[in-house]
């Protein structure tokens, strides 16, 4: 979210924005000189607002002669878009995660489950590698209801949830990432945000904390809360 704002804010310039939308159109990689005549600038404008574009990571530039032939002298710098795509919701949305978890469920179905239940188990699937790769980058060892709380919440944050620290042990999620398709189907949603933090926790190897299910209006319908020996959801120990 953070690399999409800075990419909105370079565009909130005028003069910035029509030069972007120039080197797009172009459809090959242009010259400063190019695109100040595109825009009707200076070339040292275009060379300023060209090179914020480059910062962004909304354009990519190179040192090339047109048709690829190296002549002596230096060759001018051209510009062309970066693979960059540029999505911005507030409240968060990842409506690309949710997409690739179904397309997953519908490549991997097997013959003994239906639809959702293949969505589920292929978002719990992914919630566990998560986990997984999250302990063997952190090394973190031992990990129970507390600092356990605190690896999820920051995987949480990064993934839209919103995640709001009630006490150490407990976290509720302000917002559901994949709103307002939620609406449509809340139990698959519910159930497979559900089996994504609990694939987490188990892939991170937690222990003495669960995800359970508690839909609230207008929030993510999971929380987190410690749990007993037996896996149930407990109170908090503080």
Known sequence: MDTALRSVN????????????????AGRPVTRDEAAAGVGSSRKLAAFHLDKLVDAGL???????????????????????SDATIQVSIPERRHELLADLLMDAVLTETRAED??????????????????????????????????????????????FEPVRETTTRLRLRNCPFHPLAAKAPG??????????????DGL????????????????????SPADARGRAGRDRT
């Open 115 to 160: 639809a959702q239940q293949a969505a589920v188990r292929v978002a719990g699937e992914r919630g566990h590698d998560l986990g997984a790769t999250e302990r063997r980058t952190t090394r973190p060892g031992r990990l129970g209801a507390e600092r356990g709380l605190t690896l999820c919440e920051r995987m949480l944050e990064h993934h839209g």
């Open 205 to 224: 190897q937690v222990t003495g904390l669960q995800a359970v299910l508690s839909p609230q209006p207008g929030e993510c319908c999971v929380r987190l």
């Open 10 to 25: 370079v565009l909130g310039e005028e003069t910035r924005r029509r030069m972007y939308a120039f080197v797009r159109r």
């Open 188 to 201: 698959l949603i519910c159930a497979m945000n559900h089996a994504l933090i609990t694939g987490y926790l």
């Open 59 to 81: 354009l990519r530039a190179h040192y090339e002669h047109p048709g690829g032939l190296r002549k002596v002298g230096r060759q001018p710098k051209r510009y062309e878009p």
